[in-house]
């Protein structure tokens, strides 16, 4: 049995790691470390889980933690993140970082985009960028995986394959995402309300242009296109819980001849079940739906070139707290264990 | 007074449309034609009007309705707005119809995309498209007025001034819209479910390619372009009843110069409170939202030309039963009858 | 045009007040009076009021606000009413304070509940509760009135008549209300979470047997009854924006014979037309609906005795910005400055 | 490995069983019975299931369905159920009913209320009624299960402790339930409609005095108290997707000297671990909330005695599809099969 734990386990990701963990047959629930919470049963903290789990929250010193466990999940940002993994991983636990301080090598973006000083820049270049649909080789090996963005996962996963078969202009890629309000969390937001009056019946843009997850959409690109990419992404909040719905847009090369079915069996090809066995690959942009994703790991895609205007669009949607956050860290664990890559995901609702 | 009918006055646009009326210091209801509720107190089809609206629906010939009518909203669809249509202006009643039935002066392209005989041809000469903020002088001599579809409203506003100024390149423009669903009306949709259990924590697209807003885009566009221009409009439901949200991208020409400043210059120019008061034209893209538009007759708008791309993304936002519909319709009765274009509009919430 | 400000006029409660003052065609919107805020142009803080009010908020003195008004909406807690209504009144101004602070005789009743010391006791022999059903002749010769609480006016409106004509038994009274979360305000509540995540997809009861609207119920129906009164009050929240439905529930007299027609003929004598504008009685308890009293004034109720159980069911509606606070206030201005009831709520939306 | 089949596999019902079964360490989904959809995959008919589950929807005859199943969970109504239900026991199959047919002993109840002819009164007498915390022995050997309805469950697990312990007033007792659309089902209904524009935003009771669920009640009730029982049940729809919460209120009787303290121990000491793993007693009704039992197996109960009225009000909420149906199938098929109760049910989401 796998020992896994969790830091900061008391959130809304948290909540979902939790329950997919206690469920995955090869993992044993190690230590749910949280240091504002410490010492009370999770079950007081998040209520759904009362009866399910009897672990209490504890306050543990990375090297502690990472004595008790096999592999750790972070769930922190900043700071708080670059206190504790070197710690854990010099203790010999793998890590999953389910936050954005592991996802670019180049540390000057994420200081860029984050505001924020990266304190562990010796530790990016053994970092392995945890897309398993792209990188499941690496992710095999590797040590501390940054775990994608929910929105990143949504926008490379749509559009990879076109870029990686060198099919679409370079300018002019739009991401059009809508995201519902778990992937802000539980903390108040006095910039962007995420109180229920200012939610409920009302859809907004936000973060045009500076979007921390706009310069991962562009390295995933770029890395699956061999060549830069820049796309300009546009996230929006609507009124529900679970799960992002991206429509992507791009200008398909002149010379590309690509049409629906072409743009179909290309995804198709590229999102082999071995490959991907969470991505569905539908026949119709209008099947793409986020209640199809909510709950479990898998992101549909489909895609269609709109014949009057030859533009492509690619729908894609997940659910930002299983496949695009808990449950892609779980599909991580299990290629970094030598498991079954669905492992406790398939057949789950999370 | 003017003394104003609704043929069709039982739906959601209906209602919004009695409400409108009832508060409009011009207007003496009339006749509340309906053939399925006829005989029926308006409360008892629409309980919020319960004490509001004495009036009783009636089963009325059109030349009956226009004997009784200065004005008569027609808010049927395909055959049963032609069956009425005729008889409403030969007894002398100005039309405004709120269906697609007047909005093209081709009727091949009515045709095309309603799948529907247009059955009145020799009307559609003298039928003006009724977007004040784009043909208000034709509105105002006109006898027959096309109101414009909900979606479209939203799109042509925001894009434009940009198209009328000549600013974008012809491909690689994209309208990409979410609907709360009273757009889809009261009636159950077999194809496109609009149960709660499927919209309820639900996002997903429709009608790519087919949406019969499509081609009033690009006539609106053309029309301000001066030229043909195509769009790739992509409409969403989401989970709220009012509202609309779209996102515009376009490529603007490189030597056009464009930035967020200019951008929103030119919006400000092309929406002066004489030609458009109820165009409110914002600083963010993100300050676009539902909630600040619903119930009322703006459309808000926001212009921004995102530094690394150089796409220009411009956010819109109306309430389709309203600006979208029933309110815009009121404007242009305005418009038609030489009143304050505001007039029952301002100050009030539909 | 009688001059009307606002003090606290930048939540919830003052922005649909601020609708319902500026469509009201004898008032004159005078001081928006914000602390906070002062400086800012409403429709910067209150983005749907942008092109519809060009008043910017102002900090001012009690004396100050009174010589500019001749009626001033008092929308702040505790201390701050406290702090302000002396001076309205000494400056000549007609108070309505839709606070709890002046709803009680008893001071204290008010700090029993309220938590909180009684600065104004002297004011309260002279303060009117203002239900219009109920006290409208007092009401109309008021200088202080108490605007009711929203979960109050449903219940009081629902069991008084009832209660009034003596058929109650005693005991076990319920009164079971959902209210949606404009209820709650604007500003982030740690006890008692109303951020989108926690109320999406959730009902939940709170404050049970300590809801500040207990001893207000109570107060309600003992004057109704002429005898006291008590009743067990359970508070919900549910997933929307505005509205409350009370389900209200009590055990007839066994010699009272009453019948569901009975119980309906009861409440329509009780709620005459001149009596209760705003009243509408309907013939089936399913037939009530906060949608149909969304965004007005009306309070829809309804009874039924369950003949198997002889137990009385009661449903009553509002909407709690509109009957439950603005719209209850501007009914109120009406009353105390010898205009119609209904002027600027009829007809309108707020 | 136990064989089980679902008859009316593709409605929401169906779908959230499927999940269940699927994940059932001891179970093999055999047949998925639909007439009407028969030939197709699964995961054409209910999406999120794609690539879950291969299985295809067959057409089958009672006698075939038994010979391929151990067990067969039959979602369908009235003469569907009777056409299908003799066969598959007679064919030796167990057979777990969801729908209402076979909750009552006494065919004239279930006559009276669902205003249709029972046409297997014979299986009566041997068919028990499939609620674990009161009726497990009795389970256990059955060959024949009624499993409850929704609010039933809710209505009779908050209430029973109170009425086994004859602490209760006979009369006056209420049961007010709210209730997510997901218990509606996905059939357009024309007489309460359940499309989102009627649903959002709204709150109303329906069937007052003749929702089905009412003599299923007083049958819990009365069985648990020894005595007959009557309840007032008022149903009503909320906007959500999931879950039930009712609100119960009862009068203890005056010598009974409850408490909330001793209401709560009562409930503890009802429902112990052995008893009922899946009540959840909670200390306070206000911590009794829908998200918490959303997709999980749990009834999370609270009791409280309102001081100043003594009344007694009991919360409790499940999500409708599982304990209300789906999950507690599952349990019950636990029981008949000799297995641990909560296999294939703790540790999932449904």
Same mark, same amino acid.
């Given at each position: 049995?796998?020992?896994?734990?969790?830091?900061?386990?008391?959130?809304?990701?948290?909540?979902?790691?939790?329950?997919?963990?206690?469920?995955?047959? +090869?993992?044993?629930?190690?230590?749910?470390?949280?240091?504002?919470?410490?010492?009370?049963?999770? !079950?007081?903290?998040?209520?759904?889980?009362?009866?399910?789990?009897?672990?209490?929250?504890?306050?543990?010193?990375?090297?502690?933690?990472?004595? +008790?466990?096999?592999?750790?999940?972070?769930?922190?940002?900043?700071? /708080?993140?670059?206190?504790?993994?070197?710690?854990?991983?010099?203790?010999?636990?793998?890590?999953?970082?389910?936050?954005?301080?592991?996802?670019?090598?180049?540390?000057?973006?994420?200081?860029?985009?984050?505001?924020?000083?990266?304190?562990?820049?010796?530790?990016?270049?053994?970092?392995?960028? !945890?897309?398993?649909?792209?990188?499941?080789? /690496?992710?095999?090996?590797?040590?501390?995986?940054?775990? @994608?963005?929910?929105?990143?996962?949504?926008?490379?996963? =749509?559009?990879? @394959?076109?870029?990686?078969?060198?099919?679409?202009?370079?300018?002019?890629?739009?991401?059009?995402?809508?995201? !519902?309000?778990?992937?802000? !969390?539980?903390?108040?937001? %006095?910039?962007?309300?995420?109180? $229920?009056?200012?939610?409920?019946?009302?859809?907004?843009?936000?973060?045009?242009? %500076?979007?921390?997850?706009?310069?991962?959409?562009?390295?995933?690109?770029?890395?699956?296109?061999?060549? =830069?990419?820049?796309?300009? $992404?546009?996230?929006?909040?609507?009124?529900?819980?679970?799960?992002?719905?991206?429509?992507?847009?791009?200008?398909?090369?002149?010379?590309?001849?690509? %049409?629906?079915?072409?743009?179909?069996?290309?995804?198709?090809?590229?999102?082999? @079940?071995?490959?991907? @066995?969470?991505?569905?690959?539908?026949?119709?942009?209008?099947?793409?739906?986020?209640?199809?994703?909510?709950?479990?790991?898998?992101?549909?895609?489909?895609?269609?070139?709109?014949?009057?205007?030859?533009?492509?669009?690619?729908?894609?949607?997940?659910?930002?707290?299983?496949?695009?956050?808990?449950?892609?860290?779980?599909?991580?664990?299990?290629?970094?264990?030598?498991?079954?890559?669905?492992?406790?995901?398939?057949?789950?609702?999370?």
């Amino acid at each position: 049995m796998i020992r896994a734990s969790i830091v900061g386990a008391t959130g809304l990701v948290g909540e979902c790691l939790i329950r997919a963990l206690l469920g995955h047959p +090869q993992v044993k629930l190690a230590l749910l470390v949280s240091e504002s919470a410490a010492g009370k049963p999770i !079950g007081e903290i998040l209520p759904p889980l009362r009866g399910e789990c009897d672990l209490t929250t504890v306050s543990a010193a990375p090297d502690e933690i990472a004595r +008790q466990s096999d592999v750790v999940f972070t769930a922190k940002k900043g700071t /708080e993140t670059f206190a504790v993994v070197p710690g854990l991983l010099k203790g010999g636990a793998k890590v999953i970082d389910i936050g954005g301080e592991f996802r670019f090598r180049d540390a000057a973006i994420y200081e860029q985009w984050y505001k924020e000083t990266h304190a562990c820049k010796d530790l990016l270049k053994d970092a392995v960028y !945890g897309l398993p649909e792209l990188f499941k080789e /690496e992710i095999r090996h590797a040590k501390l995986v940054g775990n @994608p963005g929910c929105y990143v996962t949504s926008a490379v996963l =749509a559009l990879a @394959p076109f870029a990686a078969a060198g099919l679409l202009e370079d300018d002019g890629i739009v991401v059009d995402s809508y995201s !519902g309000l778990s992937g802000a !969390g539980r903390q108040f937001n %006095t910039k962007q309300s995420n109180l $229920f009056v200012d939610i409920d019946e009302n859809l907004r843009a936000y973060g045009i242009g %500076t979007h921390k997850h706009t310069p991962e959409i562009e390295m995933g690109l770029t890395r699956a296109a061999g060549k =830069a990419m820049k796309v300009t $992404f546009v996230p929006h909040l609507a009124p529900l819980d679970r799960g992002i719905l991206t429509t992507a847009f791009a200008r398909p090369k002149k010379d590309a001849g690509l %049409t629906t079915a072409k743009a179909t069996d290309l995804l198709r090809e590229f999102y082999t @079940p071995q490959r991907a @066995p969470f991505v569905r690959v539908l026949n119709a942009v209008g099947d793409v739906a986020v209640s199809n994703v909510a709950r479990n790991n898998y992101c549909d895609i489909a895609a269609q070139v709109v014949e009057r205007t030859g533009q492509l669009v690619v729908a894609s949607s997940l659910d930002n707290l299983v496949k695009g956050a808990a449950g892609q860290a779980l599909q991580n664990m299990n290629l970094m264990f030598g498991l079954d890559e669905t492992l406790g995901l398939k057949g789950r609702s999370l």
